[in-house]
C-alpha cells in the first residue's frame, strides 16, 4: 500500500526527471524534484502562514481577554477559543505541511534504498509507461549506469561521517539545513515582548507562582528555535546525502515561500486567506434567531392585550 501510493510516484518522478537532466545528474534531479513538491505544497503553506499571520494580528485582543478574565483560567480559554473561531483560526492547520513531508521523507528514504542497495529491482519499481522511454530503458538495463552522484563530485547515497572520513559536502549540507531550521521557526514565531525564558517561568511556578500560559507557550517556542536547529543536524548528518540534501533545498524554498507571504499587505492577505465558513452561517443563523424572537414577543404582547380588552367588555 505504501509503496504503491508513496514509494513508486516518488521514485517514478525522480527517474523521470533524472532522465530529462544533461548528463544524468541525480543531485540535480532532486533539487528539481524538491522545488516541485514546494510549489506544489503552496497553498496550505499559504493558509499556514495566515494563521500566524492572524496570530500576530490577535496578540493585542488576546492581552485584553486576559485583563478581562482576572485570573479565571477557564473564562480565559473559552474566550480565547471563541477568538480563535471569529477570525478562522485553527492551531491544527499548522501540521498540515508536516503530515505531508514525512510520508514523502520516508518514501524518498526507500527510493534512495533501491537506487543504492537493490538496483537490480529498479525495472519492478518502473511504471510501464516509462519503462521504454530511451534513458529509463537504458538503467534498467544496466543499473550500474545510474550516477548517485550530484555534480560530479557528492556522493548522495553516503553519510556524512562514513568510511573513516568526512564528507565535507555533506557536513555543509548539514549546517544548512540547521541553519534555515532556525530561520524557519523565527519567522513564524508570533511577535511580541515577551522574552522570558522557560527555566525562569518554571522556577516560579515551583515556588507557587501562578504563570500565565501565553508566557510558558512563548518560552516553550523560544527554547524549541534553539534546540531544534542542533537535532536537525544531527539527524542530518547520520542519513544518507540525497535526504540531506531534499531536506536543506525544501527548508530554503520555505524559507523564501514565507518571506514573501509574511511580508505581504495585510489587505492582500485578507484576500488569499480563506473566510471561515461558519462564522457566516453562525451570523445569518443567529440574525434569523433573533428576527424570530422579537416576532414572538410582539406576538405574545398583542395576544394579551386581546385577552385583557375582551375581559372588559364581558
Not at 573513516?164 to 532556525?182: E, H, K, P, R
Request: net charge positive; charged share 20%; glycine share 4%.
Amino acid at each position: 500500500m505504501f509503496d504503491t501510493f508513496i514509494v513508486k510516484p516518488i521514485f517514478n518522478a525522480l527517474m523521470f526527471i533524472y532522465s530529462l537532466v544533461p548528463g544524468g545528474d541525480f543531485g540535480v534531479a532532486l533539487i528539481i524534484f524538491t522545488i516541485i513538491i514546494r510549489f506544489l505544497m503552496y497553498p496550505l503553506v499559504k493558509k499556514q502562514l495566515h494563521q500566524t499571520k492572524m496570530m500576530r494580528k490577535l496578540q493585542p485582543e488576546l492581552k485584553k481577554i486576559k485583563a478581562r478574565a482576572k485570573g479565571d483560567k477557564q473564562l480565559e480559554a473559552t474566550q480565547m477559543m471563541e477568538l480563535y473561531k471569529r477570525y478562522g483560526v485553527s492551531p491544527f492547520r499548522s501540521i498540515g505541511i508536516l503530515l505531508i513531508q514525512l510520508p514523502i521523507f520516508i518514501g524518498l528514504y526507500q527510493v534512495i534504498q533501491i537506487f543504492t542497495m537493490h538496483r537490480d529491482r529498479i525495472g519492478a519499481f518502473t511504471y510501464n509507461t516509462l519503462e521504454s522511454f530511451g534513458p529509463i530503458k537504458a538503467i534498467i538495463d544496466n543499473p550500474d549506469a545510474f550516477n548517485h552522484k550530484m555534480l560530479g563530485l557528492i556522493d548522495l547515497t553516503k553519510t556524512t561521517f562514513s568510511q573513516g572520513s568526512v564528507d565535507i559536502a555533506l557536513l555543509l549540507l548539514a549546517f544548512i539545513a540547521a541553519a534555515t531550521q532556525y530561520i524557519m521557526t523565527k519567522q513564524t514565531m508570533p511577535t511580541g515582548d515577551n522574552n522570558r525564558r522557560f527555566r525562569d517561568i518554571m522556577k516560579e511556578a515551583a515556588s507557587g507562582q501562578q504563570q500565565d500560559q501565553s508566557d510558558i507557550n512563548g518560552a516553550v517556542m523560544q527554547s524549541m528555535a534553539k534546540v531544534m536547529p542542533i537535532m536537525m543536524f544531527f539527524i542530518m548528518i547520520t542519513l544518507p546525502g540525497a535526504l540531506a540534501l531534499y531536506y536543506t533545498i525544501s527548508n530554503v524554498v520555505a524559507v523564501a515561500q514565507q518571506h514573501y507571504l509574511l511580508n505581504k499587505d495585510e489587505e492582500e492577505m485578507e484576500i488569499i486567506a480563506d473566510e471561515p465558513e461558519p462564522k457566516k452561517a453562525s451570523q445569518k443563523t443567529a440574525a434569523v434567531r433573533e428576527k424570530n424572537a422579537k416576532n414572538a414577543h410582539v406576538t405574545r404582547i398583542t395576544a394579551k392585550d386581546t385577552r385583557r380588552k375582551k375581559e372588559r367588555r364581558s
